[in-house]
Each structure stands twice: as C-alpha cells, then as structure tokens.
C-alpha cells in the first residue's frame, strides 16, 4: 500500500526519492527538476501549484540527509 504524501511530508517524500533516486546527489538537484520528481511519485497527491521554496528546500535536504546516511 502506497502513502500519501503532500508538500508538507518532506521526511517521507525526501526517503521516497532516495529510493527511486539512489545514485543522485540531491543538492545536485535545481528546484524546477525537483518539483516534477515529486509530483512524479507514487503516492503523491497534494495539487503542484502549492509547492513553494521553503518546501522544495526541505524536501531536498531530507533526502540530502538520507543520501548521506547510505
């Protein structure tokens, strides 16, 4: 069964990407190219046009967090 995820679970969205992203450096990662892998997910569900920098930003250093604990 599949979670779902809004721009608000930046933990779970941060270890989903590592899992489907394990070999990219996360901070390597702009912004715009990371808005549409989370909305890629499976899982995530929230509506796109809420997503902000403040979000991206921590969603992008929960999965830094997770990429450096591998």
């Known amino acids: ?15 989903a ?14 912004f715009t190219d ?5 909305c890629e997910l499976d ?3 929230d509506d796109p046009a809420k997503s902000n920098e403040a979000k991206l930003e921590a969603i992008q250093m929960a999965w830094h967090e997770e990429y450096n604990d591998e």
């Open 43 to 45: 899982g995530f569900v």
């Open 34 to 38: 990371l808005h549409k892998m989370v």
């Open 17 to 30: 990407l590592f899992e489907k992203y394990p070999d990219i450096d996360p901070l390597t990662v702009r």
């Open 1 to 15: 069964m599949t979670i779902e995820m809004t721009w608000g679970d930046s933990e779970e969205i941060g270890i």
